[in-house]
């Protein structure tokens, strides 16, 4: 079983929609999470982090299950400028135990 | 400028070629990361470094190498390049704090192809 995993999609959605992504972890010692968001063929930067049972951040909203092991990102009102991968990134310790999930995109229509 | 810079961006090379890949930062960060990413793999640790004196194996070390030449500069080498090392490659720097977010600062990537 892979460390984390996400549905690839592509979730193809237009302006304005509601969509949520979820991941799962397999190591129940992982302490923080994260997702990062990557465009095409750019290099992956930092969305948000989760905290405890999750956090919100204007139309991006993280959610934390530590029994079931799964991580959410729900983003509202989404725009054409959300397209992209996002990646679910737990971790171990901060920083340099970074797992980082293959990542699922997301296509926002016009 | 990029905070973090890594050269060259594409390198085309062939099978038993010695490569470097080379990052610099201007971030002042005490750690630095080489990634490797393949499609449908996502983000894989190659090696880690905290500080110029440690330096850490990651999960796929296995045929590199790193130096890290200062605290600005972190290199990786493959001694003998193979097609299965065909990758997008990426720096990353973090800082050392205590209330470390998780985040990473990434480069812009080296694409490397070995035929």
């Known amino acids: 079983r892979k460390e984390v995993e996400q549905d690839p999609g592509p979730f193809n959605v237009p302006e304005g929609a509601t969509v949520a992504f979820n991941c799962t972890y397999s190591?129940?010692?992982?302490?923080?999470f994260f997702w990062y968001r990557q465009d095409c063929r750019k290099e992956p930067k930092l969305l948000m982090s989760v905290y405890s049972s999750g956090n919100e951040d204007g139309r991006f909203t993280a959610q934390l299950n530590r029994a079931s092991q799964y991580i959410s990102l729900l983003i509202r009102d989404s725009k054409l400028s959300d397209s992209a991968t996002y990646l679910c990134v737990p971790a171990m310790d901060s920083s340099y135990k970074l797992i980082f999930g293959s990542g699922t995109r997301l296509l926002v229509r016009p | 400028d990029a905070d973090v810079t890594q050269t060259p961006r594409n390198r085309i090379t062939k099978t038993g070629k010695r490569i470097m890949l080379e990052c610099s930062q201007t971030k002042g960060h005490d750690r630095m990361y080489w990634y490797r990413q393949d499609p449908g793999l996502g983000l894989r640790l190659i090696y880690y470094?905290?500080?110029?004196?440690?330096?850490n194996k990651g999960e796929i070390s296995d045929g590199y190498s790193v130096s890290r030449q200062a605290q600005a500069k972190f290199s990786l080498s493959l001694e003998s390049a193979i097609p299965n090392q065909t990758a997008l490659y990426f720096c990353?720097?973090?800082?050392?704090?205590?209330?470390?977010?998780?985040?990473?600062?990434f480069g812009e990537g080296s694409r490397l192809t070995v035929l």
């Open positions: 470094s905290f500080d110029v004196k440690d330096i």
């Open positions: 190591n129940s010692a992982s302490q923080s």
């Open positions: 990353a720097t973090s800082d050392r704090t205590e209330t470390n977010t998780g985040e990473l600062f």
